[in-house]
């Protein structure tokens, strides 16, 4: 694999994980309390308890997005630059 395809496919990679963030951060916020309701048949937690949850999970999906895609992208690109 050449360094182009491997740029290219950190980016699109990237691009749509920042989508699957964006729209777990949109369900958490828009219909709350329909996911809380969902979710509280499986697990048992208040409202607190679940936005605690969904906020963690987000923060941490992000920092693997962030170290494992975006920062060896950025990388990539300036190692093209030479």
Same mark, same amino acid.
């Given at each position: 694999? $050449?360094?182009? #395809?491997? /740029?290219?496919? %950190?980016?699109?990679? #990237?691009?749509?994980? &920042?989508?699957? +963030?964006?729209?777990?951060? =949109?369900?958490?916020? =828009?219909?709350?309390?329909?996911?809380? /309701? %969902?979710?509280? /048949?499986? &697990? /048992?937690?208040? !409202?607190?308890?679940? $936005? #605690?949850?969904?906020? !963690?999970? +987000?923060?941490?999906?992000? +920092?693997?997005?962030?170290? &494992?895609?975006?920062?060896?992208? +950025? !990388? %990539?690109?300036?190692?093209?630059?030479?």
């Amino acid at each position: 694999m $050449d360094l182009t #395809t491997l /740029r290219s496919f %950190l980016f699109w990679c #990237t691009l749509m994980n &920042f989508a699957v +963030i964006a729209v777990w951060a =949109l369900l958490s916020l =828009l219909p709350h309390g329909w996911l809380h /309701r %969902l979710w509280g /048949r499986w &697990f /048992r937690m208040s !409202a607190e308890q679940f $936005d #605690t949850v969904s906020f !963690a999970g +987000i923060m941490f999906y992000k +920092i693997l997005v962030l170290t &494992f895609n975006l920062v060896p992208y +950025i !990388a %990539l690109v300036l190692v093209g630059l030479e």
